[in-house]
């Protein structure tokens, strides 16, 4: 690993900790049980994960608990929601170990993204539209994906000495309508909670399943097509026999 790769791995760990150290010293509850209860759903939705083609990583539905703890909860519990979802996904089911490094940084990364979502999207609807879910929860998507896409994206194309957004393209790009997606069921199940409480909204969670599942199976078959090239069937005539073979059409 390159020098500039140590050094930003660094700096984005850092920045992520501070947010988390700054999250905990600064710690405010509403409602603690609501707040448990999404902390457990976050870190088990952590646990479904879908294998990115192109890039040793996953992606995992605990996003959309992420976006929920934006427009719900406080910076605080946003913060330490992100980060335990961000532990789980590293440790849970990984063939090997991961390293101390990979772990703080992966954290890191999902503690500055929600921190991040969380100050960008209540600065935009305090200026715009105070009492507006959809200009809060967009917004918040948007930032979010950014963040953490492009933090990832900045160390693997550091690493490998790669066009950060060639990287980004093949790594991210396809992913941006599963996160829309996500952020229009966090909007559901958030505007759910505000006028028949929290606990029926927990009737929604379900569809969290159902869309990364969906979502598991598309980039399953994309992963596929990606590995193996398109093939053709063509007759050959040997020793007076027909046969039937599989040709690489590329």
């Known amino acids: 690993m390159n020098t500039f790769a140590k050094a930003y791995i660094a700096c984005v760990t850092m920045l992520g900790f501070a947010l988390l150290a700054v999250a905990l010293l600064q710690w405010n509850s509403d409602d603690p049980a609501r707040f448990i209860t999404f902390l457990l759903l976050g870190s088990l939705a952590a646990t479904w ?5 192109g890039v040793t990583g996953t992606i995992s539905g605990s996003f959309v608990f992420i976006l929920i703890g934006v427009a719900a909860f406080s910076f605080s519990e946003t913060v330490v929601l992100a980060s ?3 532990l789980v996904q590293c440790v849970w089911g990984a063939k090997k170990s991961p390293r101390p490094v ?3 940084f992966n954290v890191a990364t999902l503690s500055a993204s929600a921190g991040a979502a969380w100050f ?3 600065a935009i609807t305090q200026k715009f539209a105070p009492n507006s879910l959809v200009l809060l929860v967009v917004p918040a998507a948007i930032i979010f994906f950014v963040c953490d896409t492009g933090l990832v994206s900045g160390v693997i194309a550091l690493v490998e000495q790669k066009n950060f957004l060639a990287v980004w393209r093949e790594c991210h790009g396809w992913s941006f309508p ?5 952020a229009a069921l966090a909007a559901l199940i958030t505007a759910s909670s505000r006028t028949t409480g929290w606990i029926s909204s927990l009737f929604m969670a379900p569809a969290m399943y159902l869309m990364y599942a969906y979502f598991r199976f598309h980039i399953e078959k994309a992963a596929q097509k990606i590995e ?5 069937r063509v007759h050959v005539h040997i020793d007076d026999h027909d046969h039937e073979m599989m ?4």
Do not use: D, I, T
């Open 49 to 53: 994960k879908v294998k990115l083609p």
């Open 247 to 250: 040709v690489s059409s590329r």
């Open 178 to 182: 599963y996160y829309l997606l996500g």
């Open 228 to 232: 193996q090239p398109p093939q053709e």
């Open 84 to 86: 335990a979802a961000a």
């Open 102 to 104: 990979q772990v703080a």
């Open 120 to 122: 960008g999207s209540h």
